[in-house]
């Protein structure tokens, strides 16, 4: 709901506020972002540093423009043609309009998702056929990725500011009612007879007037991401970002902001997720007049000519308050991003996703189609629904020194084509998967001796190989044109239902050849516009398609990507002592159906340590679950347990996708341990996980559970019974820890409601 009056304008979702005022003096200023409130709170606002006409350092403007008396972080960076670099927004117009702005070229979220399209992938097709035995069926429709802008519950706020020199912000926020999500996005226009140059176009600009907030970001490295960290803002100026052209491991383009008391159940947190998938730039300003935020492109790298009469549209954020702890916070992003992000055909939980056995720890370069079959075949006794070659397909393709860019099978390792194996794969009853890189090429490629220009290269400078590779430019088109030519090539060649899209390395001399010196500035950005394009012609072509993005694990992990993909692979690392920090801290923004998540050998190939199955198990069960092993080395009766947790899958997948995640225990610094759980959203169903100490060393021999109904009686497999209020107060008794890393997971029914 949203209302405009009498310069105030206000957007309502179901439990929450966000309000703004025009002051006297016609700038846009925020009142309140916080709990539902009918009140107007512009006027409880301490008069003293909010009287019109005051010094506009103090005001918390909801667009802040550099030069012109506010000297906090801006919102944007224009640069006139006079050489001026200065602006002061004053508003213009505000109308309420029905649905959800479009943003072209650009990922957002969407208004909705269709219905539970039937059919599909492995045999999770109902419920009550848990533990039957899967069976594929293949080629069946799942209605279209409909985009339907106008939409039932979803308005959108339009507010029209101008700077007196001539750039307008038009800044669009769309309200999603039911899921508490608000997003907010920026089209700049430039309304002066000259070109202006933007320096910088942010996103978002949100000023809290408190001293005293909390800032958590999720950061980390290759193989170690998304882990969280929690500081207090302190006086000036903090910052996460990425230079690199992709979001990178080293941080993801997501914030929470909360109050120094707020935890897992209670407290006041705001959280804001880019949808945004290159450089980028959140930071956090604690000055005089209090706290402000800003997100967006990171401007280093970054200048846009904007001619007389164009837009540049901003990336969108989005963002969602609790004063219910960030436990309450996060399950309003997973539902928000479920419901209204994710592509519409894999968006509903109970749309299966296929059980996958990827070839890459198995086999890493060296395979033939025998061994590859034999694989198959270990992974058809585990009850695998999809077989993933990972790298090495190629041609030339025997190591990361060479072969990138050109996808054609290697006739030495797969005689018959991936035609040949497809089919083979198929008749042993598995789905195809396939991996590819296409934004990269190897200097040692049929693609780069026949189109060396395709590359990012700076004229004169040595062009920058990392991983062997170099970036190809997908800012052009006929770049673009000719990766796309390729894959449709390739998704034609047989029926490939699941595509890991790899993205390698980190963007350098980037330059692109057909844009000329003055808008260099815009390469990244067009980059990322470029690499949207794609992935829009392919979900498009192939709606059927599931596609997994990765950038070496979680580089890429975001909302832009996930608009797209329904799950990227979380880490490269599959350990599961250190799978719990990264999933535990990816869990804060994302769903756990868009983790990436693969049952591995022990000793774990990244860190040599070993973990009990179930504990592998918890972690793996609690993502997109699949398996990244030689299940080869492995007797005929262990596949056959091994199966046991895929029929699990089958069964109780839903509940992990579609459930609300309870964080129970969080792990440790040493990452010794961790609890979460999933429960039902009609709350008759739970999944609970618990790993190493978690499980008890004597201290802890129950783990108080979250989110049951108290009057009620559930039961776990074993038929062991419990109320509600047992489980919420007392707890659920623990086994207790033996081993190393041991692990547990229970599966609780409703059995009886008062
Ligand atoms: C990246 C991915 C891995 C694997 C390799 C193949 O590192 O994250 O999962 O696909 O590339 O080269």
Redesign the pocket.
């Known amino acids: 709901m949203m209302t405009i009056s009498n310069g105030l304008l206000t957007l309502h979702t179901a439990h929450t506020t966000y309000q703004m005022t025009v002051d006297a003096d016609g700038r846009l200023c925020h009142n309140w972002y916080g709990c539902k409130t009918e009140e107007n709170l512009w006027d409880s606002r301490p008069t003293h540093a909010f009287d019109p006409g005051c010094w506009p350092d103090q005001l918390p403007l909801e667009c802040a423009g550099p030069g012109l008396g506010d000297n906090r972080l801006p919102s944007v960076l224009p640069e006139y043609a006079d050489g001026s670099r200065a602006a002061d927004f004053r508003f213009v117009r505000a109308e309420v309009r029905p649905g959800k702005y479009a943003l072209p070229g650009l990922p957002n979220f969407r208004l909705g998702s269709p219905p539970n399209p039937q059919g599909g992938f492995g045999g999770e097709r109902s419920r009550s056929e848990m533990n039957e035995t899967c069976r594929l069926r293949r080629g069946e429709g799942y209605g279209a990725c409909g985009d339907d802008r106008q939409g039932a519950g979803v308005e959108t706020l339009a507010v029209t500011l101008r700077d007196a020199a001539g750039l307008e912000a038009e800044l669009l926020y769309s309200v999603y009612e039911d899921c508490d999500l608000i997003t907010r996005a920026v089209f700049y226009t430039n309304r002066s007879e000259a070109p202006i140059k933007l320096h910088q176009a942010g996103s978002l600009c949100l000023d809290f007037d408190q001293q005293q907030l909390d800032l958590m970001t999720f950061d980390g490295v290759w193989a170690g991401e998304h882990l969280a960290q929690r500081r207090p803002i302190f006086s000036g100026v903090q910052s996460v970002g990425s230079t690199r052209g992709i979001p990178g491991h080293a941080h993801n383009p997501a914030a929470i902001l909360c109050r120094p008391d707020t935890g897992e159940t209670c407290g006041d947190c705001w959280g804001f997720a880019l949808v945004y998938s290159g450089s980028f730039l959140i930071q956090a300003e604690r000055g005089e007049a209090g706290i402000r935020l800003t997100m967006g492109v990171h401007p280093q790298h970054f200048c846009w000519t904007l001619e007389p009469g164009e837009s540049f549209a901003a990336p969108e954020v989005a963002m969602a308050f609790s004063d219910q702890g960030l436990g309450e916070l996060s399950r309003r992003f997973h539902s928000a991003i479920r419901r209204h992000l994710l592509p519409p055909r894999w968006s509903d939980p109970e749309a299966p996703r296929p059980v996958l056995l990827?070839s890459?720890e198995a086999c890493y370069f060296d395979f033939n189609e025998n061994k590859l079959l034999e694989l198959a075949q270990a992974a058809k006794e585990a009850e695998i629904d999809l077989f993933v070659l990972?790298?090495g397909w190629f041609q030339n393709r025997n190591s990361?020194e060479a072969g990138l860019g050109d996808w054609t099978a290697d006739p030495r390792k797969l005689p018959e084509g991936l035609p040949g194996l497809c089919k083979k794969l198929n008749a042993l009853g598995l789905d195809f998967g396939l991996?590819v890189e296409p934004e990269a090429v190897s200097p040692n490629s049929d693609l780069h001796r026949a189109h060396p220009d395709w590359v990012l290269e700076i004229p004169g400078r040595e062009t920058l190989e990392i991983r062997h590779q170099y970036n190809l430019d997908l800012s052009r088109e006929d770049v673009r044109e000719g990766i796309w030519q390729q894959l449709r090539a390739l998704l034609d060649s047989c029926p490939i239902r699941y595509l890991?899209w790899?993205m390698?390395r980190s963007l350098a001399n980037v330059y692109s050849a057909a844009l000329p010196p003055e808008r260099q500035g815009e390469v990244y950005h067009r980059y990322v516009l470029g690499l949207y394009d794609l992935q829009q012609r392919l979900t498009r072509t192939y709606p059927d398609l599931l596609l997994e993005n990765?950038?070496?694990?979680g580089g890429r992990y975001d909302c832009g990507m996930l608009y797209y993909s329904p799950q990227i692979?979380c880490s490269?690392n599959t350990d599961a002592r250190s799978r719990l920090g990264i999933q535990h801290g990816t869990s804060y923004l994302y769903p756990a159906c868009t983790m990436g998540a693969h049952f591995s050998t022990v000793p774990n190939h990244n860190t040599g340590r070993t973990a009990s199955v179930e504990a592998r198990m918890a972690l793996a069960l609690s993502g997109t679950f699949g398996f990244e092993l030689d299940l080869t080395r492995y007797a005929q009766e262990e596949r056959q347990e091994l199966a046991v947790y895929v029929r699990w899958y089958r069964a109780h997948g839903a509940l992990v996708r579609g459930g609300d995640l309870y964080r129970l225990i969080a792990p440790e610094e040493a990452d010794s341990g961790g609890a979460w759980m999933f429960v039902s959203p009609d709350r008759t169903e739970a999944a609970v996980f618990a790993v190493g100490t978690a499980l008890g060393d004597g201290l802890r021999p129950r783990l108080l559970l979250q989110g049951l109904e108290e009057h009620a009686v559930y039961a776990d497999e074993d038929g062991a019974q419990y109320t509600g209020g047992q489980l919420l107060r007392q707890g659920l008794p623990l086994p207790g820890a033996w081993g190393e890393v041991p692990g547990c997971i229970w599966y609780l029914k409703q059995i009886e409601r008062e």
């Open positions: 990827n890459w990972d790298d990361t991996w890991k790899d390698n990765c950038a070496s694990g692979w490269d």
